[in-house]
């Protein structure tokens, strides 16, 4: 399984950005793939997933801000990022991982960089 992440950059406080994921490979069916992202010095947390049947879930601390929705015919997942805040800024990984087995996968990651 491959997963190549792309959308990053620089975005001002209070703008949006939107960040995609396709994947390729052999991904299970019962899967779920989403986004977590990790700052400087911090460790890497759970942003947003979606289950294979268009389940979300959302932290909280971006929740009515992000949102995750899937093109299951482009194999992609995207992450809409909106009122960004400074808190918001890392790098961010794709992940897939298969229900039944818990295999996980990790694209390489978009930075994402927000100017106050």
């Given at each position: 399984v491959q997963l190549q992440a792309s959308g990053g950059g620089l975005v001002e406080?209070?703008?949006?950005l939107r960040l995609s994921c396709v994947a390729s490979g052999?991904?299970?069916?019962?899967?779920i793939m989403g986004w977590y992202?990790?700052?400087p010095?911090?460790?890497?947390e759970f942003v947003a997933d979606i289950t294979n049947t268009d389940t979300p879930e959302i932290a909280d601390s971006v929740k009515g801000r992000f949102?995750?929705?899937?093109?299951?015919?482009e194999h992609t997942i995207y992450l809409q990022m909106n009122n960004v805040t400074p808190e918001d800024a890392g790098l961010y990984y794709c992940n897939v991982h298969?229900?039944?087995?818990?295999?996980h996968y990790?694209?390489?990651?978009?930075?994402v960089t927000v100017s106050s």
């Open positions: 406080a209070g703008g949006s052999d991904i299970a069916q019962l899967h992202r990790q700052a010095g911090k460790e890497r949102t995750i929705s899937r093109d299951d015919a298969n229900i039944i087995t818990k295999q990790w694209g390489q990651g978009t930075q």
